[in-house]
């Protein structure tokens, strides 16, 4: 009877019947008819489930808003129509892991309507590429009132729970700077970020998140009372998860789908979720840059005023002159205004972002800088004191582009964000509207931004490409104990499935005892490749460039940071990674490898080379007895001539790496 009532409203619906259809069921398949997205209408009641080929992804899930002082606009539900469309297309970005991307879905949109008396209505599109589901809710204005207030949303993602997932906790005073750790999904009773990358039972790979966050609370996933891992939305101090006027559209909640774990680091669903930039981008420019900030974190100088400030106008000459010799484009200058003496956690309320201490003559660096081809990069610490940069926001940005300063890092190390008076979470609702207005006014002057301690990449990067990278994850600064060889090996598959990352590579000093690193030498090369970023600093301080091992910087002046397009080769989480990489605009390749704890030996096939071309390889490795503990500074640079016929083997050594660079030779 219940499949004949099915069937019998099916037709309805499809005849344009006006009775209510509150049972339905319909299956959108994808461009290539292996993935398959089942959207069920029962008793009133939407859920959705999801399988590739003959194997089960998410089981039957359910989905809604919670809207303050009203009923769940979950219940009673009837479709009164709905849109379907198919996109194909390629489109162009303007910097990033790959020069064109193909984007290629089948879309559905239900229009829905309540039963009950309240008659509110809302839309859920579903998008299903080859490799992945999307959807989102979206809100018109109703009859009744024209704004909300979201107390939760019921959606669900029911996988099996005896999957393994790779998470970092919520809510922490460090926000997304943890380790990664490995457990059962059916552990996840206490919010972890998205991404969430999952192993099913069925060996399929998936990778929960969301795109295009914009006005809303991040989502975290956890498991409910009925063990169903669920989306929590981050409150605002007050509980509530969002207010809104309407209309509105909720971010897009995503699932990766791969075969393999390096299937997911080629998914490109989260920009494709992403509108295209409405306003002219071709001013921004992927940079390399050095940094006053390193010797900060060894201890040669301090960010705080005194007899070892290192943000000084001699400081800084010295840097920009050795920018030059060493063909790097910019130059980080931290600790350049006050705010950094005593306990500079506490000084972000007053903190001046327009004059700089009395040592750091800035106008007369900018002005050495632009004279000598360098472009510097400035940095606001916030320490999550919102209230009192926004009230200088426009003002500071302002000074730097009179400046001819046109990248930023900002920061926000506070664990908590003050905004309109309030502690909020950083990947709150306000703490959102707060990043991305200084993007938008940063793209208003013509200023890139790096921006650490960041709200989680969601794509936004297509739609306004001055954001050229973020932090989000534990960085370099973690080294000296806080950070596994593995950590390197975990990052491509879970961090950097939401975009470039600020690692700030290129440390050769590995064995200085104040930060020393778990890392070879080679690897601090192979990062260069692994992780992505539009503002890629060489981190350490020049001398260990240029006196101490040039030969290994030369990889670093010869990588780039844009790239044609990207081909992930091989890797296992926590266990290895390796990648290759195209330039942008030219013919030479760049291949990365990094692994954990244990040595590991790779075959790198080199079939993505032109046909018919030689390449001249420059190879960067461990020695035979190199080890991240032991021997890290032993490496091996070897140069031979190769094609695409070519394989190279490569062993790398105990937290090590290695590192490739493939110049096509002259025909």
């Not at 008396?117 to 859920?124: D, H, I, S, V, W």
Request: aromatic share 12%; net charge negative; charged share 20%.
């Amino acid at each position: 009877m219940l499949m004949a009532k099915l069937f019998q409203n099916f037709l309805h619906w499809l005849n344009g019947v006006k009775a209510p259809v509150t049972d339905a069921e319909r299956i959108i398949a994808s461009p290539d008819d292996t993935v398959k997205l089942k959207v069920t209408l029962r008793q009133g009641h939407i859920s959705y489930s999801v399988t590739k080929g003959e194997s089960t992804i998410i089981r039957d899930s359910k989905l809604g808003l919670k809207i303050k002082n009203l009923p769940p606009l979950a219940d009673h539900l009837s479709i009164v129509r709905t849109t379907e469309k198919s996109v194909g297309e390629t489109w162009e970005t303007v910097w990033g892991e790959e020069h064109f991307i193909t984007n290629n879905y089948n879309e559905v949109a239900y229009y829905l309507s309540e039963t009950s008396k309240a008659n509110r209505l809302f839309t859920l599109r579903f998008r299903v590429f080859n490799d992945g589901i999307a959807f989102r809710y979206e809100l018109p204005p109703q009859p009744a009132f024209s704004r909300v207030e979201i107390e939760d949303e019921l959606t669900e993602f029911n996988v099996d729970l005896n999957s393994d997932s790779w998470s970092i906790p919520s809510y922490q005073p460090d926000r997304y700077e943890y380790n990664y750790e490995k457990k059962p999904v059916y552990e996840l009773e206490k919010a972890v970020h998205t991404p969430l990358t999952i192993i099913l039972p069925n060996k399929y790979h998936i990778a929960i998140h969301e795109a295009a966050l914009y006005n809303y609370g991040e989502m975290s996933l956890k498991l409910d009372e009925w063990k169903a891992l669920k989306s929590d939305i981050t409150p605002l101090s007050d509980g509530v998860k969002a207010r809104t006027d309407l209309p509105f559209n909720t971010p897009w909640r995503f699932i990766m789908i791969a075969g393999s774990p390096i299937g997911l680091t080629k998914n490109r669903m989260m920009l494709n979720l992403n509108d295209p930039p409405t306003s002219d981008f071709s001013w921004v420019t992927p940079i390399k840059f050095l940094g006053i900030w390193w010797a900060m974190y060894v201890g040669e100088w301090t960010w705080a005023s005194g007899p070892r400030h290192g943000a000084t106008t001699e400081h800084a000459i010295e840097y920009i002159d050795a920018c030059r010799r060493l063909g790097i484009q910019g130059l980080l200058i931290e600790g350049w205004n006050g705010g950094w003496d005593g306990d500079w956690l506490l000084n972000g309320k007053t903190t001046d972002f327009i004059h700089p201490m009395p040592d750091c003559d800035l106008p007369g660096i900018a002005e050495y800088a632009h004279q000598n081809e360098v472009e510097i990069i400035g940095h606001h610490e916030t320490v999550g004191f919102v209230d009192n940069y926004e009230s200088q926001l426009e003002a500071s940005y302002k000074y730097y582009s009179d400046l001819g300063i046109r990248y930023i890092k900002p920061g926000y190390a506070g664990s908590m964000m003050f905004i309109q008076g309030k502690r909020e979470y950083h990947h709150s609702q306000l703490g959102v509207l707060h990043y991305q207005k200084s993007l938008e006014l940063a793209a208003k002057y013509h200023i890139c931004l790096d921006v650490h301690e960041p709200i989680k990449g969601t794509g936004i990067e297509r739609t306004f490409p001055n954001l050229l990278t973020r932090e989000g994850a534990r960085g370099q600064e973690y080294e000296g104990g806080a950070l596994s060889p593995s950590h390197a090996c975990i990052l491509p598959f879970t961090r950097l499935l939401s975009g470039p990352m600020d690692y700030t590579p290129g440390i050769f000093d590995v064995t200085n005892t104040t930060k020393r690193l778990s890392s070879t030498l080679a690897r601090q090369l192979a990062y260069y490749v692994t992780i992505p970023s539009g503002m890629q600093m060489a981190a350490d301080r020049p001398r260990f460039y240029e006196e101490v091992n040039p030969g290994a910087y030369k990889f670093i002046h010869d990588v780039p940071v844009n790239w044609e397009r990207s081909v992930p080769l091989m890797g296992a989480i926590g266990e290895y990674y390796v990648v290759a990489r195209e330039e942008r605009g030219g013919h030479n390749w760049f291949v990365g490898g990094v692994t954990n704890e244990n040595s590991h030996k790779v075959r790198v096939a080199l079939d993505f080379l032109e046909e018919g071309a030689t390449y001249t390889a420059e190879i960067y490795r461990d020695s035979e007895i190199a080890h991240y503990r032991d021997n890290p500074l032993d490496i091996r640079i070897e140069t031979t001539t190769v094609t695409k016929n070519n394989f190279l083997d490569i062993w790398m050594a105990p937290g090590g790496g290695f590192a490739l660079s493939l110049k096509k030779n002259a025909q």
